[in-house]
């Protein structure tokens, strides 16, 4: 007989026996880059974001196809909130927040 499968038990027995880790890690985050938010565009910014008529163009994220990704996520985010120094760290913030819980995912799964 087959066992069924049920991820979304599996999700829930993860996150409650690995709850305080994950509420530190996302803490952790929060706190490190929580001061960029009112900071505004700095160093290599002005020219890749400020300056740069082409992220308003999706063609922009095709000009270099093996590095697409900073790219996309410039564009993504100017489309949605225009040039706005604080939402582009805001999304970096969450950004950084996705990959550091996926990473802790995988290291838990594999450890």
Same mark, same amino acid.
């Given at each position: 007989?087959?066992?069924?499968?049920? *991820? *979304? =038990?599996? @999700?829930?027995?993860?996150? $409650?026996?690995?709850k305080a880790?994950?509420?530190?890690?996302?803490?952790?985050?929060?706190?490190?880059?929580?001061? $960029? @938010? =009112?900071? +505004?565009?700095? $160093?290599?910014?002005?020219?890749?974001? %400020?300056?740069? #008529?082409?992220?308003?163009?999706?063609? &922009?994220?095709?000009? #270099?196809?093996? &590095?697409?990704?900073?790219? @996309?996520?410039? /564009?993504?985010v100017? =489309?949605?909130? +225009?040039? $706005?120094? &604080? %939402?582009f *760290?805001?999304?970096?913030? %969450?950004? *950084?927040? /996705?990959?550091? @819980?996926?990473?802790?995912?995988?290291?838990v799964?594999? +450890?």
């Amino acid at each position: 007989m087959k066992k069924k499968v049920t *991820h *979304h =038990k599996d @999700l829930i027995y993860f996150l $409650s026996v690995n709850k305080a880790k994950l509420l530190t890690l996302v803490i952790l985050v929060i706190l490190t880059y929580l001061i $960029s @938010l =009112k900071n +505004g565009f700095v $160093s290599d910014d002005i020219n890749g974001v %400020m300056k740069n #008529r082409a992220i308003q163009n999706f063609s &922009s994220v095709t000009l #270099r196809p093996l &590095s697409f990704a900073q790219p @996309l996520y410039v /564009f993504t985010v100017y =489309k949605f909130f +225009g040039v $706005s120094a &604080s %939402m582009f *760290h805001l999304t970096g913030i %969450m950004l *950084h927040l /996705f990959i550091t @819980l996926m990473i802790f995912g995988v290291f838990v799964f594999f +450890g």
